[in-house]
């Protein structure tokens, strides 16, 4: 069978405003939790800002992002997927009135985009919660946290409903399992943290994440609104049976999250959790009847698969495995431990699609290395990033196999599509784009951006709509 994209598939980047904005207190911005993460998840939050925190400049896109876009469009993107700073709207996230400039700044910078076709999809909450919210009320522990949110959403909606017409409502939503601080703006330290507040503060971002599927349609029907789930296939390390039954179990962990945006209500098997561990989980009055407004499409992030094991003996965990697991003994990994596994993302996309019926959209994938800006024949700087073209080529393939398996895709948007502080480990060395940016962990260097050899490398897969790759 031939493999082939759909015509009208979304090409494009992926990046996150707290990750390249930098201008971390311009214009009224308040703090967010990113801004006292200097080492991203490596390390507790220091208590204000610190130098060492790359992100509060990051690449200065706010002052650059006319350059950057057009160095997109160079490039073919159809969509351009960021998101927006919740601490620029609303500072310390509590206010009444939002902040007009940065309102403005989104403004333009979808207006940028727009001047060159391409269309804006727009990340609400993307680990970046006002410190205030997360210090003053834990986070998502707490109920008031979905009148802020709502606050927040009709603010932008209503602002942009004319400019953007896909929208996300929380950036990778299971990770709060694991780093509930960057990813739920939860103050309380995850080893003293109850699986009862935990589950929660889970709940409560749901009936948000409902809210704004609800209010977002009645505000503009034709925004499609999806929810961002971190991907990760679970495979069984043997065929022991044990093996297949915990695979199982730890992946229910993760669908949990797609399930209840796309099904509207909790699966029995999170009912049985959460009997055994003695969870209770609060619903408020119309809570059930909220849940019922679904996502239009799933969206998620797709770096790696991982094992799992019921023998005690061989549950290692993997350095790059970010929700835990054991290391694939067929796979390869890259420079941080993440194991590449292309075939992996045809897997999940089969399960998703199988399990909902709903379209996909891929708003992650990509592979963190340290890239070398060298000097060709002609004295100009290059990058020659073939690990990167080769990577991305073999996870793409995949992506036209899901397709060719009748999984209905809307698009692809490479992460870190120029390059960017890393969420999980605050380093600049850890690049991903297609676009170099002379910054280094040091703070040393120019900001100059340079096109990589994956630059040029996805043009030409744009332009042919992914022809070239076979």
């Known amino acids: 069978m031939e493999l082939q994209f759909p015509k009208g598939f979304l090409w494009g980047g992926a990046v ?3 990750q390249l904005e930098g201008a971390y207190q311009e214009d009224g911005k308040g703090w967010s939790t990113q801004d006292v993460m200097p080492k991203g998840i490596k390390s507790a939050p220091t208590e204000v800002p610190t130098e060492d ?24 993107f159809k969509v351009f997927r960021t998101s927006i700073a919740w601490s620029r709207i609303f500072p310390k996230g509590d206010e009444l009135e939002p902040n007009e400039k940065g309102l403005q700044f989104y403004d333009d910078l979808f207006d940028e985009c727009h001047k060159y076709g391409i269309e804006p999809l727009v990340t609400i909450s993307h680990y970046e919660t006002p410190l205030h919210l997360a210090r003053e009320y834990d986070g998502w522990v707490n109920r008031k946290m979905v009148d802020f949110y709502e606050r927040y959403v009709r603010t932008i909606y209503n602002r942009y409903k004319n400019k953007v017409k896909y929208w996300l409502t929380f950036n990778e939503i299971n990770s709060i399992l694991e780093f509930p601080f960057m990813s739920g703006g939860i103050n309380t330290p995850l080893e003293k943290l109850s699986k009862q507040d935990l ?15 609800k ?15 971190l991907s990760m296939p679970i495979y069984p390390l043997t065929p022991h049976p044990d093996d297949l039954i915990k695979a199982m179990q730890s992946d229910h962990k993760n669908m949990f999250f797609a399930d209840v945006h796309a099904r509207g209500y909790y699966p029995g098997y999170m009912k049985r959790f959460f009997k055994e561990n003695g969870i209770h989980i609060h619903f408020e009055p119309g809570d059930e009847e909220i849940l019922k407004h679904t996502v239009d499409f799933i969206s998620f992030s797709y770096y790696m698969s991982t094992c799992e094991t019921a023998d005690p003996e061989k549950q290692i965990r993997g350095e790059g495995n970010l929700l835990g697991g054991v290391p694939n003994p067929y796979l390869e990994a890259s420079e941080w431990g993440w194991q590449i596994d292309p075939q992996g993302l045809r897997y999940v996309m089969n399960m998703f699609y ?4 709903k379209p996909l959209f891929i708003v992650e994938n990509g592979l963190g290395a340290v890239d070398q800006l060298v000097l060709d024949g002609n004295g100009e700087k290059v990058i020659n990033d073939d690990y990167r073209i080769n990577y991305l080529r073999d996870h793409l393939v995949q992506v036209a196999e899901a397709i060719a398996d009748g999984v209905e895709v809307m698009g692809y948007t490479s992460w870190g599509c120029i390059d960017l502080v890393s969420a999980t480990s605050a380093e600049l060395k850890k690049r991903y784009g297609f676009i170099y940016v002379d910054r280094h962990d040091d703070g040393s260097g120019t900001l100059e951006r340079y096109r990589k050899k994956s630059f040029h490398w996805y043009k030409e897969v744009i332009e042919s709509n992914g022809q070239n790759l076979f």
């Open 354 to 357: 199988d399990r909902y019926q």
């Open 16 to 18: 996150a405003a707290n």
């Open 199 to 213: 589950y929660q503060a889970i709940h409560h971002e749901f009936i948000a994440s409902a809210l704004a599927v």
């Open 53 to 76: 925190n790359m992100k509060l400049i990051g690449i200065d896109f706010y002052h650059r992002y006319k350059e950057d876009i057009k160095l997109f469009a160079e490039m073919g």
């Open 215 to 229: 209010i977002g349609h009645e505000i503009n029907p034709d925004f499609q609104i999806g929810c961002m789930v």
